[in-house]
């Protein structure tokens, strides 16, 4: 009964949100995405937080039930491998615009449909970008911003890529990236799982575009930023750059990518 042609009903927007003690923040950000004027559908990835993140979804769940997902993982797993089973079930349902989005209200919903109109008009990835245009990033200590700022230089320096915020995690995939890359082989996760995505989307010849966006400090909520997430973005992109000279990234089960 159900066909191609009515392809208007078929979901394509799935923003996919990792959760750690996000108990003041999960509501609240899955509203404001529900509100908006697109049919955005949401999944969320909790890793069994203390605060009870996850009980708090499958509430929402009940009035939500066709739009807001729940994947409930044993432990705290790290961002990246979150994201990993995220693309999996995206890939698996058929979504075609796979969002990056953190719950802390630092990425702005709003912000999700100028992501997904970049790709629109045929962008495989949007990346939302706090450097693109100086630095727009609101409520952090100045020692932050420098790091942050000068890491993403660093990696520019180091990779090759043209993209001023490397480590950027507000972004936008067409499922043809995700269908490309192999995610079994992404190892990192933390800053450097963002950096990494990047660097094998660029290296697979795939079409990137920064949009500027303004990031905002969380105000609920703590940070799970680590200094050994810091120090594994900092030797990981020269391990990886060094790699990159001896592999090829194209999934050996997607084969060629379409263009
Ligand atoms: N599932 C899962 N989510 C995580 C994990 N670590 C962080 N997150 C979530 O990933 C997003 C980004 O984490 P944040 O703590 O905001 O990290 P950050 O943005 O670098 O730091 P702050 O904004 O200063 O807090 C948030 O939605 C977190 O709840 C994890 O190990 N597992
Ligand atoms: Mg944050």
Not at 88 to 103: N, P
Not at 182 to 190: A, N, T
Not at 201 to 223: A, L, M, Y
């Amino acid at each position: 009964m159900f066909h191609q042609t009515h392809n208007e009903q078929v979901a394509q927007n799935l923003v996919v949100i990792p959760t750690y003690n996000e108990k003041d923040n999960i509501e609240n950000i899955t509203d404001a995405i529900f509100d908006l004027p697109v049919d955005f559908h949401i999944l969320v990835i909790d890793d069994n937080s203390p605060d009870g993140t996850a009980e708090i979804v499958e509430k929402l769940q009940k009035t939500r039930y066709d739009r807001l997902f729940l994947l409930k993982r044993e432990g705290k797993l790290g961002l990246g491998t979150a994201y990993i089973t995220g693309f999996k079930w995206a890939l698996e349902r058929g979504y075609e615009y796979i969002f990056e989005m953190d719950a802390d209200f630092s990425h702005n919903p709003q912000d999700l449909t100028r992501l997904l109109d970049a790709c629109r008009v045929g962008k495989d990835l949007a990346i939302g970008s706090r450097y693109v245009t100086g630095v727009n990033v609101i409520n952090w200590p100045i020692g932050r911003i420098l790091v942050s700022y000068f890491a993403s230089k660093y990696v520019r320096f180091i990779t090759g890529m043209k993209i001023h915020d490397t480590t950027a995690g507000f972004k936008c995939y067409r499922r043809r990236v995700l269908e490309t890359l192999d995610l079994d082989r992404i190892r990192f996760k933390g800053y450097a799982f963002q950096i990494e995505m990047k660097f094998k989307t660029w290296k697979c010849g795939f079409r990137i575009v920064e949009i500027p966006i303004i990031f905002t400090e969380r105000k609920h909520g703590v940070s799970k930023m680590s200094g050994g997430i810091f120090n594994e973005a900092l030797w990981g992109v020269i391990l990886m750059k060094i790699q990159s000279f001896f592999r090829s990234y194209i999934s050996s089960s997607s084969g060629k990518k379409n263009n």
